[in-house]
Each structure stands twice: as C-alpha cells, then as structure tokens.
C-alpha cells in the first residue's frame, strides 16, 4: 500500500520561507512522479507544483512562480516544496500526490493526509 507522508507546515511571517516534505513507502519511488496541490479556506484545492519521474523534470502554478521550488531525492523517498518569500494568500493545507506530474488532481492516485501552512502579514 502506498503512503504518503507530509511534514514541515506551521507559521510564518510574510517574505519568510518554510520547507515541506512528503515521505513516500509502498513503491518504487523513483519512477513515481510527483505533485504538490494546497486548499484555502473556502476555496477549492489547487494545482502548486509537480516533478516528474523522467528527467526530473518540473511544472509550477503561475501564483508560485519563481517563489516555490519542487524537488525530490530518490535516496530518501520524499519530494520536497520549498517556498520562498511566502505571502498571505498562500495560506492553506498542502497536499502532496503521487502518481502523475499533472496540474490536474483526478490524475494522481494517492495523496497525503496535508499539512497546514499559515502566513502572517
């Protein structure tokens, strides 16, 4: 069974940064591409960043471009999403998914429980 592990939300300061990580068992990670997708509050979840499994290569909402970096080591089983100069609207849970590198959610086949990230201004 796959499972999907995040950690690394909490509080922070607008212009700050926070590191996630999602921890991954059940398969073969390293041919298992990768996404990141966050949910507002009353708002519905969106797509934030993906890396594929072929080449590494990645994809980045236009909200997080240039702020948010995708990565992963195949070492350790986890993707991670860095998020730099973090504002107010980027307040939500974060969900990382397996299965696909699309912006489109129904596309991936596991997901992570979330973790809250909260910004202040």
């Known amino acids: 069974q796959v499972q999907l592990v995040e950690s690394g939300g909490g509080l922070a300061q607008a212009g700050g940064s926070l590191r996630l990580s999602c921890a991954v068992s059940?398969?073969?990670?390293?041919?298992?591409?990768m996404g990141w997708f966050r949910r507002a509050p009353g708002k519905e979840r969106e797509f934030v960043a993906a890396i594929s499994w072929i080449g590494g290569r990645t994809y980045y909402a236009d909200s997080v471009k240039g702020r948010f970096s995708v990565s992963r080591d195949n070492a350790k089983n986890t993707v991670y999403l860095q998020m730099n100069n973090l504002k107010p609207e980027d307040t939500a849970v974060y969900y990382c998914?397996?299965?696909?590198?699309?912006?489109?959610?129904?596309?991936?086949?596991?997901w992570g429980q979330g973790t809250q990230v909260t910004v202040s201004s």
């Open positions: 998914a397996g299965g696909s590198s699309s912006t489109v959610a129904s596309s991936y086949d596991y």
């Open positions: 059940g398969r073969t990670f390293s041919t298992y591409s």
